[in-house]
């Protein structure tokens, strides 16, 4: 729950410096910028004119994905599945608290090669693709099989 709260607390403190300081593009690098921007969609803008129905959608769905991260992670005795399940669902808090509080959430990372622009995002979206990377990484992973009395190791594999 730690690490939930911190992915929501530290998003919430760069859209807040974001929003109070970034009123123009500010080039990082070749590959980056911070540029100021507000989705009141899902990825890539979807379902930006949806209006005040939509973005309430958004709220109550995203919600219940984070609730069922944050249950699936109470019970995962794994640090290598609760981790990215936290991540996840502080994303989701974090973009859930900027829908509710301003109607569309707060993005400012500008990643780009040349004249091509990834759609611009913030640190709730990056926790969001690390934790979903991170947890079908973890779980697709072939586990090594376990012996108990009811399934003893192969001769020869002790």
Do not use: C
């Not at 640190?123 to 969001?128: H, P």
């Amino acid at each position: 729950m730690g690490l939930t709260l911190a992915v929501l607390a530290i998003d919430q403190a760069t859209k807040h410096l974001a929003r109070s300081y970034l009123s123009e593009t500010t080039s990082l690098g070749p590959f980056l910028d911070l540029r100021l921007g507000f989705n009141t969609g899902v990825s890539f803008g979807l379902f930006a004119g949806a209006g005040d129905l939509g973005r309430w959608i958004l709220v109550a769905g995203t919600l219940a994905v984070a609730l069922w991260m944050l249950v699936w992670m109470w019970r995962e005795p794994r640090l290598a599945v609760g981790a990215p399940l936290a991540l996840i669902a502080g994303g989701a808090l974090g973009n859930i608290v900027d829908r509710v509080r301003m109607g569309g959430v707060t993005d400012f990372i500008d990643a780009h090669v040349a004249d091509f622009h990834w759609p611009t995002f913030n640190l709730a979206d990056t926790a969001i693709t690390v934790g979903v990377a991170w947890l079908l990484l973890t779980t697709l992973r072939p586990q090594a099989p376990t012996s108990s009395p009811s399934n003893p190791p192969a001769k020869g594999h002790r």
